[in-house]
Antibody
Framework: EVQLVQSGAEVKKPGESLKISCKGS????????IGWVRQMPGKGLEWMGI????????RYSPSFQGQVTISADKSISTAYLQWSSLKASDTAMYYC??????????????WGQGTLVTVSS | AIRITQSPSSLSASTGDRVTITCRAS??????LAWYQQKPGKAPKLLIY???TLQSGVPSRFSGSGSGTDFTLTISCLQSEDFATYYC??????????FGQGTKLEIK
């Protein structure tokens, strides 16, 4: 069974750094793109960026370029999303998901269970 | 950027009803559209991709149609487990993939 398991909920203060993870299993982790999607409280879905763990090729949505960093460690089948300085507006649920097609034209399936990030002073 | 307008934003229906949700793209996106279902507190689940291809394991009462700018998701006979929020996603304009605003399907 293809599965993505994300790290647990985080509570941070503004200005702190954070790295959340997404571990893939049940498939060849290096052969599929992984994406990250943000869902702010009570709101819709926003695509943030994608990474190909095979060679760490990374692409960002223009809305998130420079705001976050996406990386992967293929030796442990894990992708990451990180912030260097969190803001209150980063409070959201973050999902990782595997891409179902080519990087330039793809849907998301399956999805991780989500990581809730709360940023509050 | 390609805008996706999803309608309605909410919908009340009864078990057994047939319901239709629509997504309209601001420019042609061929068939590069997916549909997802999200239940409260859960991750989204892929229902349909390439506008009309049913994902494995998804009940056949779900169907998708359309190409170009106008797309529909139809649920032919609503079941209790179908009450959720539905999103469309266009994946034509890389890197500007976008989701619709969502349709909350509630029990009448």
């Amino acid at each position: 069974e293809v599965q993505l398991v994300q790290s647990g909920a985080e509570v941070k203060k503004p200005g702190e750094s954070l790295k959340i993870s997404c571990k893939g299993s049940g498939y060849s982790f290096t052969s599929y793109w992984i994406g990250w999607v943000r869902q702010m409280p009570g709101k819709g879905l926003e695509w943030m960026g994608i990474i190909y763990p095979g060679d760490s090729d990374t692409r960002y949505s223009p809305s998130f370029q420079g705001q976050v960093t996406i990386s992967a460690d293929k030796s442990i089948s894990t992708a990451y999303l990180q912030w260097s300085s969190l803001k209150a507006s980063d409070t959201a649920m973050y999902y990782c998901a595997r891409l179902g097609g080519e990087a330039a034209a793809a849907w998301f399936d399956p999805w991780g269970q989500g990581t809730l990030v709360t940023v509050s002073s | 950027a390609i805008r996706i307008t999803q309608s309605p934003s909410s919908l009340s229906a009864s078990t057994g009803d047939r319901v239709t949700i629509t997504c309209r793209a601001s420019q042609g996106i061929s068939s590069y559209l997916a549909w997802y279902q999200q239940k409260p507190g859960k991750a989204p689940k892929l229902l349909i991709y390439a506008a009309s291809t049913l994902q494995s394991g998804v009940p056949s009462r779900f169907s998708g149609s359309g190409s170009g700018t106008d797309f529909t998701l139809t649920i032919s006979c609503l079941q209790s487990e179908d009450f959720a929020t539905y999103y469309c996603q266009q994946y034509y304009s890389y890197p500007g993939w976008t989701f619709g605003q969502g349709t909350k399907l509630e029990i009448k």
